[in-house]
């Protein structure tokens, strides 16, 4: 893979106040690469995940996305967020909106599609996620599963070139985060770039290119899946891996 | 025990009325005392007041100025420009109860209103309006109800438009006498046309107001911020009535020479920049009640900040507060009666000037009553329609 990184992150950095929430963090990704991060609650994972389409600001240091430098500009912002799709913890759907009308809206204001072919794509996408009877509901009536799966198809109307996943499981009662991270894996086979914070060790053996344990604030150790489970160099990274593999 | 025994649900209690009342009318000593204390007040107070309506009080001052108290001094041979574009309100209403009112049976009664009110003594020319104005609600529930999706927009547009239509109408086309519509100054408009005017254009300006206040309140930019926070604890801090005052007195003072505005003109101006204060805060309530989770999908997708106001902040924020903002334009209705007192002739105003006609001196409780009765009949019509609006707005969600 010798081409340009999609994503570059050059020692970064962010306070909350007095707290150093990031402290010095540098890594780049590959197109096509799926990256998991775990790390205890509080160690700035998903801090720094947002950081990469502005949902948190960075003090010091430098991200670029796809070619695109995250500056105070706003339509660098709005360009970066149209090119990643990011899933919450909390879903996040729109209430007062269905189904479809989630997941046309962005495609329609943004991209300036037509209804028509933006709830064509949207029905292909949500069979992709297994739910396309579910199109003319609100996200009121669904399951957290499929509310899950519903932000996914939002998430990949917009054709992102990244897709950012913080914690999609954490919400989930245990019988459905299976369904999610189904669709999570297709994803990945797909040839997306992901970056997915989530402590499904499964998911990250089965899928992850490379996995990056995050501890208060910085990166202290990456690896492969191999490498990370087999052989952990550093000892936070060993103490941790106990504490989640334990049962 | 048997295991195939079935469940019975518990076995629900039969009751007739004699039993019920033994059971919570007479069920003790102290119960007995209190139903007959509690019966003799009720027997007390309503026998007092159906023998007051039906008996003591004059209501020939009501019939006598019926005219005045509906619509002023407006010119007579006029009046058919208010009867058209009540028409066309009841006609869109009729529309309206068809596609949104469907499971509520009994909405289409509502229709049958003015043929009702046309039983009490009224002109013939007026029973004949009234009726009619029953049989255009009716037509537009039948259409309604014919094609009740292809209707949609065209009733909503219908109801956009028809503020412009009212205004255009009351007050006419040409300066001259002899034209088809000729104006009518607003110093003849008067009664319940003037307080329904002041009411709706007061509730349709201020609210655009004052959602761009709210938001405004919560912007970035220093200037916005301060100017929006600025007027609103400014005009919350004035009552009404002042802030009337200031518009019927002072303003001429700073206007250049030989500029004027009219009067009512001046009270429209006035209480739709009191209410958007208000309403500023109201919604910034719901702004705030929309969690951060909603902001953060709506960028993360690439939308504008104005693109997530627009299409998913404030739709979820004015749902929310439907009820809130009800309960101001009730307040705002029953508010224009301050205008009285700055010499607008509104219902409250006319009223008074009922009452100074030497014929009808001391008959003040009628006067009063009747258009009580008439504030809240109105009132509790808006509060209805909210409560209906909520239901159907409700399917759904969350």
Redesign the interface.
């Known amino acids: 893979m010798a081409d340009e990184p999609i994503i570059k992150v050059q020692e970064v950095h962010k306070w909350y106040g007095n707290f150093h929430a990031l402290k010095g963090v540098s890594m780049d990704v590959q197109k096509g690469e799926v990256i998991v991060i775990f790390g205890p609650s509080g160690s700035g994972k998903s801090t720094f995940i947002r950081t990469l389409n502005r949902l948190e600001e960075h003090q010091r240091g430098k991200i670029v996305v796809d070619g695109i430098e995250m500056s105070h500009d706003v339509r660098n912002i709005e360009q970066i967020r149209s090119e990643t799709g990011m899933v919450f913890q909390q879903f996040n759907l729109f209430p007062h909106l269905t189904v479809m009308q989630n997941i046309v809206l962005a495609p329609i204001q943004v991209r300036k599609w037509t209804k028509q072919k933006a709830e064509e794509i949207a029905m292909q996408l949500l069979e992709r996620v297994g739910i396309p009877e579910q199109a003319n509901k609100f996200p009121g009536q669904l399951s957290g599963g499929q509310q899950q799966r519903v932000a996914i198809a939002r998430s990949l109307a917009m054709q992102p070139k990244i897709m950012l996943f913080d914690e999609p499981t954490s919400a989930l009662d245990p019988e459905m985060i299976k369904e999610v991270l189904d669709v999570m894996t297709e994803l990945a086979k797909s040839g997306m770039t992901i970056l997915a914070v989530t402590h499904e060790m499964g998911f990250a053996r089965a899928v992850a290119d490379r996995m990056i344990f995050f501890d208060k604030g910085e990166i202290v150790e990456q690896g492969t899946p191999e490498q990370i489970f087999n052989s952990p160099k550093e000892d936070r990274t060993k103490l941790f891996l106990s504490q989640i593999l334990r049962h | 025990m048997a295991i195939n025994e079935p469940v019975l649900p518990p076995i629900t209690e039969r009751s007739n009325i004699l039993s019920w009342m033994r059971k919570n009318l007479f069920g003790s000593w102290y119960d007995a005392l209190l139903t007959i204390l509690g019966a003799w007040i009720v027997y007390w107070a309503l026998s007092g007041l159906l023998r007051w309506v039906f008996v003591t009080a004059e209501w020939e001052v009501i019939v006598v100025n019926m005219r005045l108290l509906m619509i002023g001094q407006y010119p007579l041979e006029q009046a058919w420009r208010l009867w058209l574009w009540l028409g066309l309100l009841v006609f869109l209403s009729g529309n309206s109860l068809a596609i949104w009112a469907r499971q509520s049976k009994y909405a289409v009664l509502l229709l049958l209103a003015p043929a009702l009110l046309s039983l009490f003594q009224v002109g013939a020319g007026q029973r004949g309006w009234l009726i009619g104005l029953t049989v255009t609600g009716l037509v537009g529930w039948g259409i309604g109800r014919i094609k009740p999706e292809v209707l949609k927009r065209s009733v909503i547009a219908g109801w956009v438009i028809s503020l412009p239509v009212i205004i255009l109408l009351t007050r006419g086309l040409s300066e001259s006498e002899t034209s088809f519509m000729p104006e009518v100054r607003t110093n003849l408009w008067g009664g319940l046309l003037l307080t329904f005017l002041l009411t709706v254009v007061g509730i349709m300006f201020s609210f655009p107001i004052g959602v761009l206040l709210a938001l405004g309140r919560r912007s970035e930019l220093p200037i916005i911020r301060w100017f929006s926070v600025g007027y609103i604890e400014l005009v919350r801090g004035v009552p009404l009535i002042s802030i009337l005052f200031m518009a019927q007195l002072m303003l001429p003072l700073f206007l250049p020479d030989g500029w004027t505005v009219d009067r009512v003109i001046r009270a429209m101006v006035g209480i739709t920049l009191f209410s958007a204060a208000y309403l500023a805060e109201n919604v910034r309530g719901g702004l705030q009640a929309i969690?951060k989770?909603?902001f953060?999908?709506?960028?993360?997708?690439?939308?504008?900040g104005a693109?997530t106001m627009i299409?998913?902040i404030l739709?979820?924020a004015l749902?929310l507060i439907i009820p809130i903002l009800v309960g101001q334009f009730i307040g705002v209705f029953k508010d224009t009666s301050l205008v009285a007192i700055v010499g607008l002739l509104d219902l409250v105003g006319i009223a008074r000037t009922v009452l100074a006609q030497p014929a009808f001196l001391g008959l003040q409780r009628e006067v009063y009553v009747f258009i009580s009765l008439i504030f809240w009949v109105l009132s509790y019509g808006m509060s209805y329609l909210s409560q209906r609006l909520e239901e159907r707005l409700g399917?759904?969600?969350?």
């Open positions: 969690p989770g909603q953060e999908a709506a960028e993360a997708l690439g939308l504008s693109q299409f998913i739709p979820q749902r399917v759904g969600i969350r």
